[in-house]
């Protein structure tokens, strides 16, 4: 079987590894402290074009989100995003559980958009029970979204402007970051200019495991390290996640390995509309959401592992498919070649 159905299957990109055992026992501070961690976080803030920037690494996107959102907001405030917002959909309550009401919004394909933030704080203070309802305090977006869809440079300065008239931290997952940096207009410059937060992700781009949480606002850097280690996200041997990040931010691998996997996933979008295969979705990025029959479904399912994302009328099925980082040449042809033969609707 061979599996198309996420971006995280395989391990680490080899330079990572090769790092990991050149330096395996080496002796180093922990918890972060260490040399390559702070190598990795020079490299990031010169990519970023943020030296004063705070750069931690975690573990994983969950502890990343709940971290940032739980240290920003106080106990009454919630958290506003797209209804599909992952973590409105798929971390389990985490951020509920710590106190902090996740706030959906409608969406437009992942999407929300500044009208939508200043129209709920509006709508929020206009309610004159307002002090009994959970107070939009931040705001959560991806990029790329569930859907795999992309904010442009022109979108994204607009949320900024409006989450900074309103005083509500601006917040990106970037879970994916790599893929969403490869296909649109938006750069590490922009998001350090435009965010108050955001992480570059690791585990779905290259790295064994972990993200790096940049935060641009010195409000948020604060007392930051307390809420990691509360949270559970504070790695003892931090060197870990240091040399995976310095190793992705050398000789700009972190592009040119996440570029590589948005070209494979175009070149299945092709594969699919040349058989006559609608999208779900117009995404850019590496993930990809043909309508399927049942049959075509039976047929491509024999051979690959995809991701069933929604069942829709007529005995059609919504599936994801995802290219990666990792994501063999000989693989793809298999995929292209079953995706030419299969039958027709």
């Known amino acids: 079987m061979i599996r198309f159905d996420c971006d995280y299957v395989e391990g680490a990109h080899p330079a990572i590894l090769e790092r990991m055992t050149e330096t395996n026992m080496e002796q180093t501070a922990g918890y972060g402290e260490d040399a390559y961690c702070e190598s990795a976080r ?10 004063d920037a705070a750069v931690h690494f975690l573990v ?4 990343a989100n709940l971290t940032v ?3 920003a907001l106080r106990p009454h405030q919630g958290v506003l995003c797209a209804a599909t917002g992952h973590i409105n959909v798929h971390e389990t309550g985490a951020v509920e559980a710590a106190g902090h009401k996740v706030l959906g919004l409608p969406h437009t394909d992942g999407r929300i958009t500044a009208a939508q933030v200043a129209a709920y704080v509006e709508s929020h203070y206009a309610d004159s029970a307002f002090e009994h309802i959970a107070q939009p305090g931040m705001v959560y977006i991806s990029h790329p979204t569930e859907f795999g869809t992309l904010y442009s440079l022109k979108e994204l300065e607009a949320l900024s402007a409006v989450c900074r008239e309103r005083g509500l931290p601006l917040f990106l997952d970037g879970a994916r ?5 490869a296909a649109g207009d938006v750069t590490l410059g922009d998001l350090a200019r435009l965010c108050d937060v955001f992480y570059i992700g690791g585990t779905k781009c290259g790295a064994l495991f972990g993200e790096a949480v940049v935060i641009t606002d010195p409000a948020l850097q604060k007392d930051f390290r307390y ?56 995404s850019p990025t590496n993930q990809q959401f043909p309508i ?8 491509l399912e024999r051979d690959f592992a995809l991701s069933h994302w929604q069942t829709l009328d007529g005995g059609r099925d919504v ?17 292209l ?7 027709e609707g």
Not at 42 to 50: D, M
Not at 292 to 299: D, I, K, P, V
Not at 319 to 334: D, F, G, I
Request: hydrophobic residues 45%; aromatic residues 8%; positive net charge.
């Open 42 to 51: 020079q490299k990031i803030r010169a990519a970023c074009g943020a030296p």
């Open 60 to 63: 994983g996107g969950t502890q």
């Open 69 to 71: 959102i739980a240290a």
């Open 177 to 181: 970051l790599g893929y969403g940096l």
């Open 227 to 282: 809420h990691i280690k509360q949270r559970g996200g504070m790695l003892a041997k931090g060197r870990l996640l240091g040399i995976q990040f310095d190793a992705l931010f050398t000789d700009d691998r972190y592009r040119r390995v996440t570029a590589g996997a948005v070209e494979q996933a175009l070149r299945v979008r092709e594969a699919f509309a040349r058989r006559g295969v609608e999208m779900y979705i117009d």
């Open 292 to 299: 399927l029959t049942r049959a075509q479904r039976a047929w």
């Open 319 to 335: 599936m994801r498919v995802c290219t990666s980082w990792a994501t063999r040449e000989e693989n793809l042809q298999k995929l």
């Open 337 to 343: 070649a079953a995706i030419a033969a299969m039958p």
